[in-house]
């Protein structure tokens, strides 16, 4: 009970709390906006950075080949088996989602669970069954592997892929706006670049089998037949560019479209250079209709 002559310090304690907890909120508030703000400029940034990234990547390869596969040369330092290094690339493409989707605002709306699935089921193939699959493709030939993987290239792969899925990661679990104001063509731009997506798996998938065993039961590199490889030289990078334009079709956004953009500066030139090294080694005997990467054209 308050007595009459303690209501003025009451009434004043009441409002120094009152004020504090003002300041308190104010200030947290403040905090939120200004960590919000540095969250979008440094999505912002990362994304202009992939744009940035692909036409020097593009110059580059074409004039230079990383030292791995068919184009492996020493000087790079430590190296790692192929399978090895294949999952440390890939890995944060599986790892970063897990990390990005319950800090986004659209963690629990169903639709950026469903557009986020067509990557994590690339990369769950990528990360976890393509190295076993070379694991074992290798195993089962009568020679030890003897073309290592340079570490310092398995580190840059990891970076450019967490990059990458920080980005599709980001944009699907939190910026992405219009999951339902567009009008119901969500489900056409997904359905629609999903058809896509899963056309270049099949034939990325179908290119990396037939690489496998052709180069097991051979004991080397050999030359192709059949299928894709009547028409291009790489049609494992041919499927894999499918892909991430039907991924860019689904996501509808600049973060899928600079991934899809990405993709070709990276795959195109090494696929023309994967077409002259099959022509210098293999000369009258490889077919000289057959294009690089995109049929008829490149």
Excluded at 11 to 27: G, N
Aim: glycine share 8%.
């Amino acid at each position: 009970m308050v007595c009459y002559h303690d209501a003025p310090f009451f009434f004043y304690k009441m409002s120094f709390y009152s004020t504090s907890s003002l300041q308190i909120y104010h200030q947290q508030q403040t905090k939120q906006a200004t960590m919000a703000l540095l969250d979008q400029s440094f999505f912002h940034y990362s994304l202009l950075s992939y744009y940035l990234l692909g036409p020097p990547t593009f110059v580059a390869l074409r004039f230079f080949q990383f030292p791995y596969g068919k184009h492996n040369r020493l000087g790079w330092g430590p190296t790692i088996p192929p399978p090895s290094a294949w999952f440390i690339m890939e890995s944060p493409s599986i790892l970063l989602p897990l990390i990005l989707f319950p800090l986004g605002q659209h963690f629990t709306n169903p639709k950026a669970l469903v557009l986020m699935s067509p990557y994590l089921l690339h990369y769950f193939h990528r990360t976890f069954i393509y190295p076993l699959r070379i694991y074992q493709s290798t195993s089962h030939q009568n020679t030890k592997t003897t073309i290592g993987f340079p570490l310092i290239l398995a580190f840059n792969g990891f970076l450019t892929q967490a990059l990458n899925t920080y980005i599709q990661a980001r944009w699907v679990s939190h910026y992405k706006s219009d999951y339902d104001s567009d009008g119901g063509l969500f489900w056409w731009k997904f359905f629609g670049g999903l058809v896509v997506f899963l056309w270049g798996m099949r034939i990325n998938m179908w290119a990396d089998t037939a690489l496998l065993v052709l180069k097991r039961e051979s004991g080397g590199y050999k030359v192709p037949r059949g299928g894709w490889f009547e028409l291009v030289t790489c049609p494992n990078y041919f499927g894999e560019i499918v892909e991430w334009l039907g991924w860019a079709v689904m996501t509808w956004s600049w973060a899928g479209f600079g991934f899809f953009l990405y993709t070709c500066s990276n795959l195109v030139p090494r696929a023309c250079a994967h077409h002259k090294w099959y022509l210098q080694k293999f000369g009258e005997d490889y077919p000289k209709n057959r294009k690089a990467v995109i049929p008829f054209l490149v």
